[in-house]
């Protein structure tokens, strides 16, 4: 048995952020119904196509056990197969722009009319607020919750992540709120309304940077790369590679950086284990000398630290210093690069990345789901091909005969 089996998810949502959210549920094993405008389906299916006329990764990628229906929620038998699929559903999710499913005439009361139960969860890049009604995609985001202005050199612009805190990072809440709501219904046989702004969303992983604001009045951050020389202003800067946490931590090069964009490793300079690190980049003297050998005093001079790590680091390769390191236990570990996470044993062996196979495209690479439950195992399968489970679904989950089911393909309904 699978942990979400029973549960029916009505799924309205496109690109990546509800796709994340909806995928997570499939994994733990609802039911998702992936509702899509005929003709066209999830803009994504055409995004960023490797291979002409075949469903992109970037749509694979975010669909894997669901089922699609076509659906055109603008057509009076359009609006009628999407009030039947909410009577029978447990949850509703999308991620439209502001206002667009009160235009289709399915507002949050109107549904609640239709199914009292039904959990109503949306992504929406504003909460209520001056910026409500714009539409966002992912770097906005990273932008409006503060990760770009925290992100990047002292010296350089704002940066983006490469990891999709905004989009996929706003899924994962919406998720977390969708089974918690499905736990109170338990209790109170309601359902109610979950809702996740982009820009929230950012701003909660960004939590450490909010807490650096309110120490900046109380003088420099310490661990920032700005300290002692460097300036502060009035808001959180950025801190480079700096570690963010209570101990350093810096990116330094390893053997082969000259050629391998990725040849580096990140280290953390823990105070439990600095006797450890001193000696396996062979600065015994350290440990000795008033000059380095506490936290406080090295403090100030944690750039030659690091210049210090790095010239052993240089001497090996990523693996090789992570290797040594990691055995006298100094946290630290490789800068590894897309190629390499793809080819790790270790990541294949647990299920993290998938191999699954596509009828149009061929086998391809995913992510797995990171999430493991021991008693409600993932399973990773294809992606539907757009409208595939339309007929089986208006058939079996709604009872239609298959008269209806050609008036319905007749009015362009579905
Ligand atoms: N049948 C009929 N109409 C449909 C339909 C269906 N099955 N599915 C979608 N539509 C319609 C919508 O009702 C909407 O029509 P109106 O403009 O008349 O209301 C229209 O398609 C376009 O929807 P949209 O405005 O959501 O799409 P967009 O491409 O213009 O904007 C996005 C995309 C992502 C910017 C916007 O949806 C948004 O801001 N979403 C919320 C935030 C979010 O999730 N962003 C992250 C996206 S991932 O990077």
């Known amino acids: ?196 702004a982009m820009q929230d969303g950012v701003l909660n992983l960004c939590r450490v940077k909010l807490r650096d604001q309110q120490r ?33 931590g810096w990116i330094v090069k390893c053997k082969g950086w000259e050629e391998d964009p990725n040849a580096y490793l990140y280290v953390i300079v823990q105070e439990a284990a600095f006797k450890s690190l001193a000696r396996a980049i062979h600065r015994e003297d350290w440990l000795e000398d008033p000059e380095w050998n506490t936290a406080s005093v090295r403090l100030p001079k944690l750039e030659q630290v690091f210049d210090e790590i790095e010239k052993w680091t240089l001497t090996k390769t990523k693996f090789e210093a992570t290797q040594i390191l990691s055995a006298v236990d100094v946290p630290c570990g490789p800068v590894l690069s897309m190629k390499e996470l793809a080819e790790d044993p270790a990541l294949r062996a647990t299920g993290t990345v998938v191999e699954v196979d596509h009828p149009t495209r061929g086998p391809y690479l995913s992510v797995g789901n990171p999430i493991k439950l021991s008693d409600s195992p993932s399973q990773v399968k294809r992606s539907p091909l757009l409208g595939e489970h339309t007929d089986e679904i208006l058939r079996d989950v709604l009872g239609m005969d298959a008269a209806a089911v050609a008036a319905a393909k007749s009015e362009g309904a579905v």
Not at 225 to 242: K, V
């Open 216 to 248: 900046l009045a109380h003088g420099p951050l310490k661990e920032y790369p700005q300290y002692p020389n460097g300036t502060f202003h009035d808001a959180t800067p950025r801190a480079g590679n700096a570690s963010g946490g209570g101990q350093p």
């Open 1 to 196: 048995m699978k942990a979400l089996e029973g549960v029916r998810i009505l799924d309205m949502t496109h690109v990546q952020s509800g796709p994340t959210c909806t995928q997570l549920l499939a994994w733990f094993g609802a039911d998702v119904i992936k509702v899509e405008r005929p003709g066209t389906g999830d803009p994504t299916r055409g995004q960023l196509r490797d291979i002409p006329d075949v469903d992109s990764l970037y749509f694979t990628m975010l669909n894997h056990n669901k089922r699609s229906i076509t659906l055109n929620t603008k057509r009076d038998q359009g609006k009628e197969i999407f009030t039947r699929l909410i009577q029978c559903c447990d949850v509703l999710v999308e991620n439209f722009a502001p206002g667009a499913l009160d235009r289709m005439g399915f507002s949050w009361e109107r549904i609640q009319q239709i199914n009292p139960r039904i959990i109503s969860a949306s992504v929406k890049g504003f909460g209520p607020g001056p910026y409500e009604d714009s539409k966002v995609y992912e770097n906005v985001a990273q932008c409006a919750g503060g990760g770009a202005s925290t992100t990047g050199f002292d010296d350089g612009p704002p940066t983006v992540a490469g990891a999709q805190i905004g989009d996929s990072g706003t899924g994962l809440h919406l998720a977390l709120g969708i089974v918690t709501a499905l736990f109170q219904r338990e209790k109170t046989d309601r359902g109610q309304r979950v809702e996740c």
